[in-house]
């Protein structure tokens, strides 16, 4: 059976594509998103747009609660070049007619890289509550604005994975996989098959003892589903 680990509001592609190819799957997710409100600082950052030569996005929930408020003030600052982490957020800024462009490896890595190589001097980031990766991967001058919460599930029903000889476990973010650590025991860790987003990811499920852990070619719904289709 292949685990889909993604929250309600960002799972329904990865479920679509494992129906597509008729696997036993279940969804099952581990993280929820909560919107949050930005704080009076983050907001008077907007309303100053001019001031950043460059805007980053590092998830489609960043786009989806971050994305309204520099929309119209954007309109006015159209030359400031927007980055999005991955093709999913890509697609996600589109909605709100942002065009953007995405580093060559879609992780905080790639961002940094990006903004090296183009000497942008001070940028806004759109993310979640927690401090973005890219702050310590950056020297340049970053302001954020968190405008949403990644937390636990309430409820995850383990009875629905119960009895299945093989789990391939789909795993996007670090919280995931802690989130998951808490919820297995120590023996069914060792027997699991986790399919990573990341090296990062990869590095810290061998750490606390996965066996068996993949590392997707990319971060994408379809290289994930393809990397659990491989092991099936």
Sequence with gaps: MIVNTRPVDLGQKTNLL???????????????????????????????????????????????????????TFQHNAKIPILAIGLATQESLKKFDLPSKTPSTFDSEGLAEVIKQKG??????????????????SDIEIDTFPCYASQEEDKIDLLKIQGQD??????????????????????TIQKIILIVASKRIKELAIKHGFKKCILADSPHDEEMVEAALAVY
Excluded: W
Excluded at 28 to 33: A, Q
Excluded at 42 to 67: E, K, M
Excluded at 166 to 187: A, C, D, G, H, P
């Design 18 to 72: 494992l129906q597509k190819y008729k696997c036993n799957f279940v969804h099952l997710p581990l993280t929820k998103i909560l919107k949050i409100k930005p704080a009076a600082q983050a907001i008077q950052n907007i309303n100053n747009l001019s001031n950043y030569d460059l805007l980053i996005f590092t998830s489609q929930s960043a786009v989806t609660y971050g994305a309204k408020y520099c929309q119209k």
């Design 166 to 187: 093989k789990l391939v476990f789909l795993i996007y973010t670090q919280q995931t996989l802690e989130v998951l650590m808490r919820q297995l025991s120590v023996n």
């Design 120 to 137: 942008y001097k001070k940028c806004m980031i759109f993310c979640g509550e927690k401090k973005p990766r890219i702050l310590s991967l």
